[in-house]
């Protein structure tokens, strides 16, 4: 049964209540529940996007609701079709799963009103989907995929698409479970939640959904210039001699530094959040003497609290730990400081509880904050557990099936909220996991513990380009990669040089690894020499070059980063969003854009001195190494010697200097 409404669509059966309104410009939320609609459920949405202009009709054949150039069409037996208000082109389409029963909706009663949910549409011979947030399956264009809908190292659930039908969804639900593109039909799936929530929008051409989805779910802030830097980081500095005298030595050799890293087991147990006075016997003067180099300190936090810290009978006490169903702490098994090489049960704090958020910042505060720590690394945020146990987790906010997703969105949200109390405009949180939305508090996402092999340098990139369509303009690699890597192998070396060209044209520039030699993992344990100058003359020379060419890059990146935040559009992104009307542009899945002017053909073979390149059709471009202007609309077998990789720069532009 069809409900009249002025400026909604609803629908009611025996089944479930449907409701359609606008969301924003060229947008529409829909909503499915068994009972009531409910307002206050979990989501990514950052409010009431306010009224909107929206044309609602009525008639034997359905009802429709118009919101700018989309236009959503109700069936008298309540399905939905998506299509482009000015011309009817066909965008999305929900489909029933058989001609009888279940029509493109399944409610499966599980406990506490809550159930296990389907949404079905209709599969596109055609369609390219990319975004979903980052995974490891090496994949640019994710039709034809099975993506779980889970937090993972590595692997990031940001549970937002855009096609290219030219229509954006957000599934706006942190409840587990997973999507599937497949040839026959596209399925989105909840374990359990209590309702479907989802956002479709459209716009003309991809940049402009990214817009739209920005609006939604809330735009990044201004990044600020120092974070555009280099980044000096390896597992680990033992000691703050160790990281100081790296730091002396960048300034010694005329390299540039923006950050240095301390990394984990600084402190005295998990959950204590301070500095070790052992090995960093005055983070006071270390932070003074860094910022007389222009060098700021980040630390890294982690969500863990094990039973030796001085906080965990108060927070046990307090109720601010992930519990079981029953209530009893989740554990997950990790070395602690002082506990040989043996692991403990160690337990997390619950970050979807406010007053949780609250007493970790009152801690950080105290011990990093005061003493002039201000750039935060938020390791291991998923946060990670093994097993993986959802069906007998509670947080604050409700059963893990329900709302684990969220976990590091409210994680980064705390610190954000907590450094803006304090006064801070630049908040910069780098974080290991993320979902929709976390773009908003300062996340800069990293792709994780990655191998250090050319594939896993290949699937970064694929990596990178979805989480720019994800909606997070701030992201990074480990260069180098995190697992392993000799800086004695020349052929590691290689790698090296190749991921570090890579790495300069990334939003966030930073080494991270844990090289060879590596002891095992245990509190005290650290890895190989993972500095500028430690793979050798030849490798070292290049990659202080790309240094200083980062360098030059700076003012340029900036300007991208100012347009991140004021629209949406993110600095590193696939060649079809500038160039949409450009096909074989959908197919380039190994070069990228970042901004306008620059276009990047990453090397990822061993061995590789040449490659091919796409050059967008709509204007020239011009071969940054010889200077050489090409027409656009073809593709280049280009020179790639070890020294760079091929640049080109839109003819004309005013881009810094390459070579």
Not at 206 to 215: F, K, M, N, Q, S
Request: aromatic share 10%; net charge negative; charged share 25%.
């Amino acid at each position: 049964m069809r409900q009249q409404d002025t400026n909604r669509l609803e629908f009611r059966s025996s089944e479930h209540v449907l409701r359609v309104e606008p969301w924003g410009p060229g947008s529409v939320r829909v909503r499915a529940a068994r009972g009531d609609i409910a307002g206050d459920l979990p989501g990514a949405l950052a409010g009431d996007p306010g009224p909107a202009e929206a044309v609602v009709s009525h008639g034997p054949d359905g009802s429709t609701l118009t919101v700018g150039d989309l236009r959503a069409d109700l069936s008298p037996s309540g399905e939905l079709r998506f299509s482009r208000a000015g011309d009817g082109t066909e965008l999305l389409s929900e489909a029933p799963a058989h001609f009888a029963w279940p029509g493109p909706r399944l409610f499966t009663a599980g406990t506490d009103g809550r159930h296990r949910i389907e949404q079905r549409f209709a599969a596109y011979d055609d369609e390219k989907i990319f975004g979903l947030g980052q995974h490891t399956h090496g994949l640019l264009d994710q039709k034809h995929t099975v993506i779980d809908l889970v937090q993972r190292n590595g692997e990031v659930t940001i549970p937002f698409v855009v096609s290219s039908r030219g229509y954006g969804l957000l599934w706006n639900t942190p409840a587990l479970g997973r999507v599937e593109f497949a040839a026959n039909g596209t399925r989105w799936v909840a374990d359990s939640a209590r309702q479907i929530d989802y956002w479709v929008t459209t716009g003309a051409g991809p940049a402009e959904i990214l817009g739209h989805y920005a609006d939604a779910t809330g735009h990044a802030p201004p990044l600020p210039e120092w974070a555009t830097g280099f980044w000096q980081s390896k597992l680990r500095y033992r000691s703050q001699e160790e990281l100081l005298e790296v730091a002396r030595e960048h300034r010694r050799r005329g390299l540039p530094l923006s950050v240095i890293v301390v990394d984990y087991f600084h402190w005295t147990h998990l959950g204590d959040w301070r500095f070790d006075t052992a090995d960093w016997p005055d983070p006071a003067a270390m932070v003074k003497e860094l910022d007389a180099m222009g060098v700021k300190l980040m630390v890294s936090i982690w969500p863990s609290v094990s039973p030796l810290s001085e906080n965990y009978e108060e927070m046990l006490g307090q109720g601010l730990l992930v519990t079981t169903e029953e209530g009893a702490p989740l554990l997950h098994r990790f070395p602690d400081t002082g506990f040989g090489g043996h692991s403990l049960g160690v337990a997390f704090y619950d970050a979807t509880e406010p007053r949780a958020r609250a007493y970790v910042w009152s801690k950080v505060k105290k011990n990093y904050y005061d003493l002039g720590v201000r750039v935060w690394w938020l390791d291991a945020c998923e946060p990670e557990i093994f097993p993986e146990r959802p069906a007998v987790t509670h947080l604050a906010a409700g059963p893990a099936r329900e709302v684990a997703n969220m976990y590091p969105l409210e994680h980064v949200r705390g610190f954000y909220e907590h450094m803006r109390a304090e006064g801070e405009q630049d908040v910069v949180c780098l974080v290991r996991s993320a979902w929709a939305g976390s773009q908003r508090f300062g996340a800069a996402l990293w792709s994780g513990d990655v191998p250090s092999t050319f594939e896993s340098l290949n699937a970064q990139v694929r990596a990178g380009l979805n989480v720019a369509m994800s909606g997070l303009p701030w992201w990074t690699t480990d260069i180098g990669g995190f697992h392993g890597g000799d800086p004695e192998s020349e052929e590691y070396r290689e790698l090296m040089v190749r991921w570090f060209q890579y790495g300069v044209f990334c939003p966030l520039f930073r080494l991270h690894g844990h090289r060879e030699p590596r002891d095992g993992f245990h509190a005290g344990h650290s890895g190989g020499p993972n500095e500028v100058w430690s793979y050798g003359e030849r490798a070292s020379a290049i990659i202080a070059g790309q240094l200083r060419l980062r360098e030059r890059l700076r003012g340029y990146i900036m300007e991208q980063m100012r347009e991140a935040s004021r629209s949406g559009l993110p600095p590193m992104r696939p060649l079809f969003v500038d160039f949409p009307g450009d096909e074989p542009s959908w197919r380039a899945d190994d070069q990228f854009l970042l901004g306008p002017d620059l276009l990047v053909a990453p090397v990822l073979e061993a061995g590789a001195r040449s490659r091919a390149v796409h050059l967008p059709g709509g204007t020239s471009w011009t071969d940054t190494a010889t200077g050489t202007d090409h027409p656009g609309g073809r593709t280049l077998r280009v020179e790639a010697p070890l020294e760079h990789i091929p640049v080109f720069a839109r003819t004309g532009s005013r881009v810094p200097r390459i070579r």
